[in-house]
């Protein structure tokens, strides 16, 4: 008798049957994240953690992907008619969920508490059309990294202003043999590439786009390539740039391998961390340099925000977990590998203590965040972008062609 009741258990527990004395529906939620950059996968599951004590009731089934795959991951759930509840969305893809309608247009939900406390600047991550689809969460550019004892030691008293000084410092330090290659970029065949050569665009005073036709095969656009070009021929550059990825060019620069890295928020606190870095406290930041007479600093918009998904069947469960996950409270309590979007948490102690560096170098970054272009195309686009890149570091073509042909394969 004992073994039977032992065996019913066992099965009812297996059947996710609740013995407790009163039972209760539970809501599943499955949420896409990214796995690199930003936030810790051990952080958005503490984050998690916070909203599931709060709300027993809701069970959340984390997914993590690199940021190559969320895209099309979103997309292919979407195109089978489920999936995903809450996904993570970079700031270039809202012309196209909207568009196609993947994402949920949640501009009614938005209190007025959320419209004057998150900065001005971080609406425009989950914008498109007049209408916001999702709250910001990543806020985010890249900035230019450092390693205060290589400059020390090559006799440089500050930091480049100009990517011109950048070229000078590095050769500097080159020809001093201190680093064969100081300068390490991500230059894969990715998203990656593009948002170093965004940063660039924004130096040089590039578009992307004018009057819905490419603007990047002159001006701007090209003065970025060619820059880019010049840094990998002339040696200053680690030629595995053309292979790197973000974390790549973190592991690079935290061996002590590059004097001058170009690299996300979430790098400054893990390049400082003795634990993962061997130049921890020797590690600057400084907003992304200028161009002499046409900008002071330059910045790519790279921030993220987290929407509900049209197919969601729990989209006010969907929509409370974003809430939280994008709260003040949350935000400050994990604000070491991403600032918060909320203007008053730049004047909390506990968010700027240790990080005063980071955060005097956000102020000018993040003011100057420069978009990738806003086009339901821009898969196309970026695609097209990416190739041109790797043609014209390879030497397979000048950068002149290398755009011309990106223009031609644009979509636009």
């Known amino acids: 008798m004992l073994k039977s009741i032992r065996t019913a258990l066992l099965c009812a527990t297996l059947a996710g049957v609740s013995f407790a004395g009163h039972a209760h529906a539970e809501t599943t939620l499955n949420a896409l994240f990214m796995a690199q950059a930003a936030y810790s996968e051990a952080d958005v599951r503490a984050m998690t953690e916070g909203f599931t004590k709060a709300n027993p009731d809701v069970k959340v089934n984390l997914e993590f992907v690199p940021y190559e795959g969320l895209h099309d991951k979103t997309v292919l759930a979407q195109g089978s008619g489920g999936g995903y509840d809450v996904v993570l969305f970079d700031v270039i893809w809202p012309a196209e969920y909207a568009t196609n309608k993947v994402l949920v247009d949640v501009t009614d939900r938005i209190t007025d508490e959320m419209k004057s406390g998150v900065l001005p600047g971080a609406w425009t991550t989950v914008e498109y059309d007049g209408k916001r689809y999702g709250m910001p969460w990543i806020l985010d550019t890249k900035y230019l990294f450092y390693n205060k004892e290589i400059l020390e030691k090559a006799g440089i008293k500050a930091p480049p202003k100009t990517w011109d000084e950048l070229a000078e410092q590095a050769k500097v330090?080159?020809?001093?043999?201190?680093?064969?290659?100081?300068?390490?970029?991500?230059?894969?065949?990715?998203?990656?590439?593009?948002?170093?050569?965004?940063?660039?665009?924004?130096?040089?005073?590039?578009?992307?786009i004018d009057g819905g036709k490419p603007a990047f095969t002159s001006g701007g656009g090209l003065d970025a390539l060619n820059y880019m070009?010049?840094?990998?021929?002339?040696?200053?550059?680690?030629?595995n740039s053309k292979e790197f990825l973000e974390e790549d060019v973190r592991k690079v620069f935290q061996n002590g391998e590059a004097a001058f890295a170009l690299n996300w928020t979430y790098m400054y606190n893990l390049a400082n961390d003795p634990n993962e870095s061997k130049v921890a406290g020797k590690v600057g930041v400084v907003p992304a340099p200028g161009v002499a007479g046409k900008s002071e600093v330059s910045a790519v918009n790279g921030s993220m925000g987290l929407g509900v998904t049209s197919t969601s069947k729990h989209p006010d469960e969907a929509w409370k977990y974003i809430v939280h996950m994008t709260s003040q409270q949350t935000q400050n309590a994990y604000a070491k590998l991403s600032l918060p979007i909320w203007a008053s948490s730049y004047e909390d102690a506990s968010v700027t203590k240790g990080q005063e560096e980071l955060i005097g170098?956000?102020?000018?970054?993040?003011?100057?965040m420069y978009p990738r272009p806003t086009t339901p195309k821009y898969q196309e686009l970026s695609t097209a972008l990416q190739q041109a890149i790797q043609e014209a570091l390879l030497g397979q073509a000048s950068p002149e062609d290398a755009l011309k042909t990106a223009a031609e394969n644009s979509g636009l």
Do not use: H, M
């Open 173 to 208: 330090i080159k020809d001093k043999g201190l680093l064969a290659t100081p300068i390490a970029w991500s230059w894969s065949q990715a998203e990656a590439a593009i948002c170093d050569y965004t940063t660039l665009v924004s130096a040089y005073g590039g578009k992307f």
């Open 229 to 239: 070009v010049t840094s990998y021929s002339s040696g200053l550059t680690n030629p």
């Open 361 to 368: 170098a956000a102020k000018r970054g993040l003011a100057a």
